[in-house]
């Protein structure tokens, strides 16, 4: 198969897309020729069968240029794929589409996250194929829902003799879909019994994201927390395993609906995971997934009295479920 990929950032150390460098590459062992449209791109380092064309942001490249330089991609690179796989950005699928319905090319596109708009409903109407990571994470109605898993690279995610500097962790955004202020919450109620400290990793992105980290450090002054609470900032997806190893429990509250890949990195470290989160539901996660703050409280509290928390369970659970070595060839299978 020759395929063309078109995401929005090819660049391994990027601390949120990095990831997606290691799917470019398990699409290239699979694939004749992977030809990969990005918005911008920064470091790489690929098979010799892959091709990256950025359409320019990192150069300062505005919209009409960008939109210039995606239609002029997709067209000159035509011979060089017989089918399109976007990547969580569904505005591409309703660009393309004209283009590619005319070359008869197949579309699909993967899209995890519990939002639904206005241009997500039309992308399902246009594309032939849609994958998702589990049934919360796509929140359209269609016959050609895929669900896949998540694609975790479990060589690179993976249990580490570390020593433990964090009790709690979570990995994201710093953004008010994250609900990270119910942590500080639950933080707050752990502090009459081994008051534990919690590590946030990641960065604000739009202004919103950074007023609502002021609003987060505020509350943890007024709580008297700020010795317990470690904003970690950019981690690179290199060098998160071993953060996660660092720490004895992942914690969430996220009410973005959709499953939170960086969970399940978190359980691929061997990590047990306590969530509030709607999206991790279909994990087999049992009495950690919780309702409510007290409950979070309550099993956090288990953990903590334990020498050992590591969950060999939870490591399994990825590699059967959710490895980056099941998702690609699912994914080029239901494309052929």
Request: glycine residues 4%; aromatic residues 8%; neutral net charge.
């Amino acid at each position: 198969m020759k395929l063309l990929i078109i995401t929005q950032v090819v660049d391994r150390e990027h601390p949120v897309l990095g990831f997606f460098h290691q799917w470019i590459s398990e699409f290239a062992a699979h694939c004749e020729r992977v030809t990969v449209v990005c918005l911008q791109s920064g470091e790489y380092d690929l098979p010799e069968n892959v091709t990256v064309v950025s359409l320019g942001k990192e150069r300062g490249a505005g919209r009409f240029s960008i939109l210039k330089n995606f239609y002029q991609a997709i067209i000159s690179n035509r011979s060089q794929y017989n089918s399109v796989f976007v990547h969580m950005n569904q505005i591409y699928v309703i660009l393309g589409w004209p283009i590619w319905f005319l070359l008869r090319k197949r579309i699909s596109l993967w899209y995890t996250h519990g939002t639904v708009s206005l241009s997500l409903r039309l992308a399902t109407l246009l594309a032939d194929k849609i994958f998702t990571a589990s049934n919360n994470s796509f929140n359209v109605s269609s016959a050609k829902v895929i669900v896949t898993g998540h694609g975790i690279n479990t060589n690179h995610f993976a249990p580490q003799q570390s020593d433990k500097k964090y009790d709690l962790i979570s990995v994201g955004r710093i953004s008010r879909a994250k609900n990270l202020h119910t942590l500080i919450d639950v933080l707050h109620s752990l502090s009459s019994s081994a008051a534990p400290s919690l590590a946030l990793v990641g960065t604000p992105v739009t202004t919103e994201d950074e007023a609502y980290e002021e609003e987060l450090k505020n509350k943890i002054l007024e709580l008297s927390l700020q010795d317990r609470v470690h904003f970690i900032g950019k981690v690179t997806q290199q060098d998160l395993p071993e953060t996660l190893n660092s720490a004895k429990v992942f914690v969430t509250s996220a009410n973005n609906g959709s499953l939170d890949k960086a969970i399940l990195e978190a359980m691929a470290c061997g990590l047990p995971v306590v969530s509030m989160a709607e999206g991790s539901k279909s994990l087999p996660l049992g009495s950690n997934q919780v309702a409510d703050t007290a409950a979070m409280s309550e099993v956090i509290s288990r953990y903590l009295s334990m020498e050992n928390t590591r969950d060999v369970n939870n490591t399994s659970c990825i590699k059967n479920q959710h490895s980056l070595k099941q998702l690609i060839p699912s994914i080029l299978k239901s494309l052929s």
